[in-house]
């Protein structure tokens, strides 16, 4: 028995409440179970009981074991002085208020229907990592929609806070955030560490007083990375070497980057980090204050287009500095431009609409997820295999946030799938079956 399911029996009160009466034998009345608390304090706020003729307006505090309380030194803290009753699996122990009055309390063994602990135990003890996954398919389809929906928004929203922690230390440069933010998406996952901290290690402004010249800002960029520092090289390292260490001097450019925090290995040459600071370069090169490109752009078919560069002439000929390639080196593809947009600009929109209360740039967010592909890994891969076909990114988007925020963590009961499945079909009541707690 976990806390978290006494909670879900409290919220939407699946027990047997016939003669429903308190430990100490007081007949008692539920009127307003109470508003969850995420935070410190008691588990249920602002509920309303009745217990024998007096009404009591206060908070509910939910354990599996009575004990818990004294356990939790919920005794001393005054914070749950206002708790009316103690909402508890086994009621092995009374306890006190630290003024030393007692708490009511109401034992829940015996009342939950049996039928709703085994679905519960069932999806607590599944194997599978989508536990709810061998009956998903009887699932109504709207309510795995409004899940997705829900998903998605959380999803959004958990991006953009990140994106506004980026901001603050940025002291409200949208620019140089949506520079970094980018910068650390280019190196799609493998290499999206050093990327970032490249970024972060270079003024957006700089690089603008050097958007005519593309050569510039791929010094810069390639020499902040530590991929200048050999001195032998072919005649285009040896120009950036120059370049660098002048724009090196003039702006006092420090970095702790070297060739060792790159990752190669494994790697497609189209996805060596020298080919993706390269399109990085070009990209930058390409879009000028690259924030307000992004904000004024309308459509995820112009965006696309704005993301639709190639990389210098150099770099469609070399995957690495002095090493030809046999063939030529594509620009970015149309899978990694949709990645830049759902995981740069996506969340620069929602962040930006959530700092200005202008709802209409997270409503536009979403569109252009609508109209992007699906991705396509290994959680979604796992979804489809359960025929859940995401036909969008917004789609895609909501089933990664359902699998790693719920799923994964077993949160069957925050999803409103998982409640579903476990919600008792008859009015709660007793069985004569054996309890299996």
């Known amino acids: 028995m976990k806390e978290s399911f006494l909670h879900y029996i409290w919220q939407f009160q699946y027990f047997n409440k016939e003669a429903l009466q308190t430990s100490d034998g007081n007949a008692l009345e539920v009127y307003n179970t109470g508003r969850l608390n995420s935070n410190a304090g008691p588990d249920f706020q602002s509920a309303k009981i009745k217990i024998d003729a007096i009404e009591w307006a206060g908070s509910i505090e939910v354990h599996v074991k009575a004990s818990e309380w004294n356990n939790h030194q919920h ?145 810069l960029l390639f020499g902040q990375a530590g991929l200048l520092d050999i001195e032998v090289g072919d005649d285009y390292y040896q120009l950036l070497r120059r370049e660098y260490k002048i724009l090196k001097a003039k702006y006092s450019l420090t970095c702790d980057l070297k060739k060792n925090h790159w990752r190669f290995l494994r790697l497609r040459p189209a996805n060596f980090p020298t080919i993706r600071i390269a399109q990085f370069a070009s990209i930058l090169f390409s879009v000028k204050n690259i924030f307000s490109a992004l904000l004024e752009n309308n459509g995820s078919k112009a965006l696309k287009d704005l993301f639709l560069v190639s990389q210098s002439h150099y770099w469609q000929e070399h995957y690495q500095f002095n090493k030809q390639a046999k063939i030529p080196i594509s620009g970015l593809g149309e899978i990694s431009i949709d990645n830049l947009i759902i995981n740069t600009v996506a969340p620069i929109l929602v962040a930006y609409g959530k700092a200005h209360a202008e709802q209409e740039f997270v409503d536009k967010a979403i569109q252009i997820l609508q109209h992007l592909n699906p991705e396509n890994n290994i959680i979604i891969r796992k979804w489809k295999s359960l025929n859940v076909i995401p036909i969008n990114a917004s789609d895609s988007q909501g089933l990664i946030e359902l699998h790693n925020n719920y799923c994964a963590a077993k949160k069957c009961l925050d999803c409103r799938i998982g409640s579903a499945i476990i919600k008792p079909t008859a009015p709660p009541g007793l069985t004569n079956r054996k309890q299996l707690y």
């Open 75 to 219: 005794f001393k803290d005054p914070a749950y002085d206002n708790v009316i009753l103690h909402a508890v699996w086994i009621n092995d122990k009374p306890v006190l208020r630290s003024d030393g009055t007692l708490i009511p309390t109401l034992e829940l063994k015996g009342r939950v229907d049996e039928s709703l602990i085994y679905s519960y135990k069932k999806l607590m003890e599944s194997a599978n990592s989508i536990a709810c996954s061998q009956l998903l398919p009887s699932t109504d389809k709207l309510l795995l929609v409004s899940m997705l929906d829900a998903a998605l928004v959380q999803r959004l929203e958990a991006k953009a806070n990140i994106v506004l922690e980026i901001l603050k230390g940025n002291n409200n440069d949208w620019e140089q955030t949506t520079f970094e933010l980018l910068g650390k998406n280019f190196g799609f996952k493998i290499n999206s560490e050093p990327l970032q901290k490249l970024a972060k290690s270079l003024s957006y402004k700089i690089l603008l007083k050097h958007a005519d010249n593309l050569v510039q800002m791929e010094a």
